[in-house]
């Protein structure tokens, strides 16, 4: 349904993206992994329309994502938990999820997706009315996680959901995004932690200074000797 | 430590009774004579009302002003100098629509309550399309440029506007008043309120009747309920709308805004709408209060909203209404019991030390955890 074709996406002079292609089917969780400076965030920047890339192309279900502005791009139905969780500080929790659903016009089953938020994460709903900038770490990722889901996109962006958490709480993300996918929503993923990320993804690819070097089955990059030795500290 | 923190006491005690010292020495040399003014206090408390009923109504229409630079400021980080002049503008707008209509000359009720309300109409509508035009002419380009430049390009668009204001000021065709000797004299701007108020029978002064020495006038009353309800339905508007979060949420984080699909164009035009929209307002409400039209007045309103803004947490709606109010009060005890010449210093003095101690202002706004 997604599908990035030779994309070049620069920073000023630096070439961030050389010529990255890859797809992401309907249902599956797709991950790109790799380290610090890959281009993976870049690559997720560059689908949602916040960095036009100078050349190649990004569809989503036929539809040539890369001319178009970034808030067009959200109303196509490409939601994102962004870098840096990027939650609004001073709107309380309920405030940020109603931004959440901003694109759609159809509200009649905000209230039951807002339910179904609060189920996967019921921490949220103790702090509905706390302002955001008030949460912890953990919580701030769990809401701009919810916050892109109540968007109800075809396809949800995640930036790195394990950032700075403590361990119990990858493990309870993690879930929550296989749930997700369970329920059909379609993910691309993109991770530090390589083992947690491929051990549910279906697919994954591996970026290296802004190219794929390996694209593969997950559980197949799991036992590729290069992966292993990159991203896994196995020796 | 305790020897420390008292030492410390010590030497700012110290220095707050030679600087206390001094203001009593010098200031009756200047006007600040402090005894006089509390024996004066002393002898006619009801004067202390009376100020304080001319510096709310004040307060009302520097609030008023002091909500468009703090919106703007709070979405796009800019200074919109600008933003008093398009105040300006909206007291020569309601002025020209009164005049254009007839309303000037008019002894009738009914025509000219016609006429006022077409000339707030008006002048919101025209403000607010202007204000939203200097948006797009001269600060959507430089969004992404260093902050220096759009605040540069805002400073122009003030002179630019100014010099609209004294040509507009020169047009006898528009406005009989505005004479042929040029636009730079301060020009009157007609008591319509009493005249309307007058033909109908009624005294100005509400209090009249109750033999109370004090003036709480007819234009006191609806300048505050305009104020009171512009604001209540500003702050209902950005905590209830949907635009109105929008405009909340593209002020907290722009990327993210646009991630969940604002239009931000579009939601900052709709700032400058907004607060060019409240300043016609408090164009026709000032012209119709202090009954004067001069191209230079944005100039003076637009610093004392600006200090406003920032005295009440430059991006917070409620600062500015509180700050608005504050600097009203402020300027009206300077113009009752020192001098008036002294309350613009006092102002900016306020605006400095506030800038020197508190930049965050009164009720400043936390900027919250950006990660």
Redesign the interface.
């Known amino acids: 349904m997604l599908e990035l074709k030779d994309v070049n996406t620069y920073y000023g002079n630096i070439h961030a993206l050389k010529g990255i292609s890859l797809t992401v089917n309907d249902g599956e969780i797709v991950t790109l992994i790799g380290s610090n400076g890959a281009g993976k965030s870049t690559t997720l920047r560059t689908i949602q329309g916040l960095i036009k890339p100078r050349s190649g192309s990004v569809v989503l279900d036929g539809v040539e994502l890369q001319k178009l502005p970034a808030h067009e791009v959200a109303t196509l139905g490409v939601a994102q938990s962004p870098e840096g969780r990027m939650i609004f500080p001073r709107m309380t929790v309920l405030e940020n999820l109603e931004m959440g659903a901003y694109v759609r016009r159809d509200l009649s089953s905000f209230q039951n997706d807002l339910e179904h938020a609060f189920t996967l994460f019921p921490r949220l709903k103790e702090r509905i009315s706390q302002k955001g900038g008030t949460l912890s770490g953990g919580e701030q990722q769990m809401l701009a996680m919810a916050r892109a889901m109540m968007a109800k996109p075809k396809i949800l962006l995640l930036d790195e959901p394990s950032m700075g958490l403590a361990p119990i709480l990858v493990e309870l993300i993690f879930d929550i995004i296989k749930k997700l996918n369970q329920e059909g929503t379609t993910i691309l993923l993109v991770e530090q932690n390589a083992l947690m990320a491929l051990s549910i993804a279906h697919r994954g690819y591996v970026l290296q200074t802004g190219e794929v070097v390996l694209a593969d089955k997950a559980e197949k990059l799991l036992k590729d000797p290069m992966v292993q030795k990159t991203y896994l500290g196995v020796e | 430590m305790e020897t420390t923190k008292f030492k410390f006491n010590l030497r700012r005690f110290t220095f707050s009774a030679l600087i206390l010292y001094l203001v009593f020495l010098l200031g009756p040399i200047v006007g600040l004579d402090i005894p006089a003014i509390a024996a004066s206090i002393k002898a006619n408390p009801l004067q202390l009302v009376q100020f304080l009923i001319i510096g709310i109504s004040n307060g009302a229409i520097i609030a008023i002003i002091a909500l468009g630079y703090t919106m703007v400021y709070g979405i796009i980080e800019l200074i919109n100098f600008a933003h008093g002049d398009v105040y300006m503008i909206g007291v020569f707008t309601s002025l020209t629509v009164l005049s254009l209509t007839g309303t000037l000359e008019s002894k009738d009720p009914g025509k000219i309550i016609f006429g006022l309300v077409l000339a707030l109409v008006i002048a919101v509508v025209f403000c607010a399309i202007l204000n939203a035009a200097i948006e797009r002419l001269a600060y959507r380009r430089l969004r992404n440029a260093p902050r220096l430049a759009p605040l540069i390009s805002a400073i122009g668009m003030s002179f630019i506007i100014e010099n609209i204001g004294l040509m507009w000021a020169a047009q006898a065709w528009l406005v009989p008043s505005f004479g042929t000797t040029g636009g730079a004299s301060q020009k009157s701007f007609p008591d319509m309120l009493g005249i309307l108020f007058t033909s109908m029978g009624w005294d100005i002064n509400l209090l009249a009747s109750t033999g109370i020495a004090l003036r709480f006038t007819i234009k006191d009353l609806l300048v505050i309920i305009l104020a009171v309800t512009l604001m209540t339905g500003l702050y209902l508007f950005v905590q209830r709308t ?1 635009l109105g ?2 405009m ?2 593209t002020a ?2 722009r ?10 164009d579009r939601v900052i035009s709709a700032t400058f709408l907004i607060g060019g929209g409240l300043a016609g307002a408090a164009g026709l409400m000032a012209g119709l209060y202090n009954n004067t039209a001069w191209w230079f007045m944005g100039f003076r309103a637009g610093l004392q909203s600006f200090t406003a803004a920032v005295l009440g947490g430059i991006g917070n709606i409620t600062g500015g209404m509180l700050g608005g109010f504050l600097i009203g009060l402020l300027a009206s005890f300077s113009d009752g019991y020192l001098n008036a010449r002294w309350t613009n210093a006092l102002v900016f003095a306020t605006l400095v030390l506030i800038l020197l101690f508190r930049p965050t202002g009164l009720l400043g ?7």
């Open positions: 949907k979060k929008a909340r949420a907290q984080n990327d993210a805004a646009k991630m969940l699909g604002i239009n931000i706004e936390q900027t919250g955890q950006k990660a």
